[in-house]
């Protein structure tokens, strides 16, 4: 089992750049499939980008390809999302997700194990 917790959001400008951190606790964490995914208020949350446990493989939602870089390290059990050229559009409540299955899911039901989330919001 993996709890995550994510840091890193605030409020930047359109053209700006964040990186977000997801630090997840259990022994598991080296074998297990990470993910962040996020919601904009009133629409439901949508898959942003995952990331296989070797840090090989890596998944991205149409809109953030090019902009967005997910990547990990298993030796401090944490997740990145490097956002950059940020968007209006991209202000949300971000989670970092987790889960032990095998397969690299783009779904939100993909995932088993969720952080708290953390808001980026951007302005224009």
């Known amino acids: 089992q993996v709890q995550p917790v994510e840091s890193g959001g605030g409020l930047v400008q359109a053209g700006d750049s964040l990186r977000l951190s997801c630090v997840a606790s259990?022994?598991?964490?080296?074998?297990?499939?990470m993910a962040w995914v996020r919601q904009a208020p009133g629409k439901e949350r949508e898959f942003v980008a995952g990331?296989?446990?070797?840090?090989?493989?890596?998944r991205y939602t149409d809109s953030v390809k090019g902009r967005f870089t997910i990547s990990r390290d298993n030796a401090k059990n944490t997740v990145y999302l490097q956002m950059n050229s940020l968007k209006p559009e991209d202000t949300a409540l971000y989670y970092c997700?987790?889960?032990?299955?095998?397969?690299?899911?783009?779904?939100?039901?993909?995932?088993?194990?969720w952080g708290q989330g953390t808001q980026v919001t951007v302005s224009s």
């Open positions: 997700a987790a889960t032990s299955r095998l397969k690299l899911g783009t779904g939100v039901s993909d995932y088993d194990y």
């Open positions: 259990g022994r598991s964490f080296g074998t297990s499939m």
């Open positions: 990331i296989g446990w070797s840090g090989i493989l890596t």
